[in-house]
Nanobody
Framework: QVQLVESGGGLVQPGGSLRLSCAAS????????MGWYRQAPGKQRELVAV???????NYADSVKGRFTISRDNAMNTVYLQMNSLKPEDTAVYYC?????????WGQGTQVTVSS
């Protein structure tokens, strides 16, 4: 079955960096658009960044210039490099694999930005 496993979350000080990874299995990774979403306490889940099968990227305005999404189809992995982190980036970050008729989610990884 399809599995998306996130890793790389943790506690970081404001201004710091983290790199999230999402390893996919049980699917043909290269044919899925991949995305990162986040959900803060009391808020709805929101799109952070997405990368298409062709490598095009799109970002939420709140993370443009600070976050970078990338994918390695040979490793079936998508990454989210997060720089200049702010307290408002604190959330559970979820990996998503998307095609027109189906979507899959990981279990999430906690990112906490605090001094």
């Amino acid at each position: 079955q399809v599995q998306l496993v996130e890793s790389g979350g943790g506690l970081v000080q404001p201004g710091g960096s983290l790199r999230l990874s999402c390893a996919a299995s049980g699917m043909i990774f290269s044919i899925y658009a991949m995305g990162w979403y986040r959900q803060a306490p009391g808020k709805q889940r929101e799109l952070v960044a997405v990368i298409t099968t062709g490598g095009r990227t799109n970002y939420a305005d709140s993370v443009k210039g600070r976050f970078t999404i990338s994918r390695d189809n040979a490793m079936n992995t998508v990454y989210l490099q997060m720089n200049s982190l702010k307290p408002e980036d604190t959330a559970v970050y979820y990996c998503n694999a998307d095609r027109p008729s189906r979507a899959y989610w990981g279990q999430g990884t906690q990112v906490t930005v605090s001094s």
